[in-house]
């Protein structure tokens, strides 16, 4: 429970905790959000990572000084599409002996399940638009490996999703995070950037209940 609580503190006090990682690690910061992006979207089993909202924090940060805007731009979407890449291989190589699993310590079957009929419905874009769901974006890139995307396919996908997503919430928390109205509400903006993102989810998952219903 305390993890959870911790956790949760992070996440919505994020710009306060990123400013301590800055002034206790300094240039090493940029290697420490290099490894969290890259876990968020490399590792299948790290779904909870803050991806959309740290982005927001850094480009936040880097609005005042603290950290160079270009810089977070090209080391994260470095981290983002290597980040997939190896995912992605990991679904090649390992994922069917996964995903025929019922059950595994380490994955969310029903993430990977739903996940899969993203998949399915929108087909390789999803490697785009997954980017910016929370959890689906950790998983589409290991679904497309056990699919069988053609590595050159899902690479183009990959490039366009990662330099796309680090950019917008970069830069917009570039331009937008340092305004009085969000310095003063910065909880409340990661709330609505984290409830935004997961809307799409929730609308699919409200599709399947109410077709399910109908049968």
Not at 149 to 170: D, E, H, K, P
């Amino acid at each position: 429970m305390e993890i959870i609580l911790n956790f949760t503190d992070f996440i919505l006090h994020i710009d306060t905790h990123l400013v301590s990682i800055t002034q206790q690690y300094g240039a090493l910061t940029y290697g420490v959000l290099f490894f969290i992006i890259f876990a968020e979207t490399g590792f299948v089993v790290t779904p909870f990572l803050p991806g959309d909202s740290l982005l927001f924090a850094a480009g936040a940060l880097a609005a005042v000084g603290t950290l160079d805007k270009f810089l977070l731009f090209v080391i994260l979407s470095f981290a983002a599409i290597v980040g997939d890449t190896i995912n992605y291989w990991l679904g090649f190589l390992v994922g069917p002996k996964v995903f025929s699993r019922r059950d595994s310590r380490f994955l969310n079957k029903k993430h990977l399940d739903r996940t899969h009929q993203f998949y399915e419905k929108h087909g390789g874009k999803t490697i785009i638009l997954a980017r910016f769901i929370p959890i689906i974006r950790t998983f589409a890139p290991f679904v497309a490996g056990i699919g069988k995307m053609t590595y050159l396919q899902f690479l183009s996908y990959n490039v366009i999703g990662g330099i796309t997503w680090i950019a917008i919430f970069v830069f917009a928390g570039f331009f937008f995070g340092n305004l009085p109205i969000v310095r003063q509400n910065f909880s409340l903006i990661i709330v609505a950037i984290i409830l935004i993102s997961v809307t799409p989810i929730v609308i699919d998952i409200l599709k399947t209940v109410w077709n399910n219903s109908k049968k």
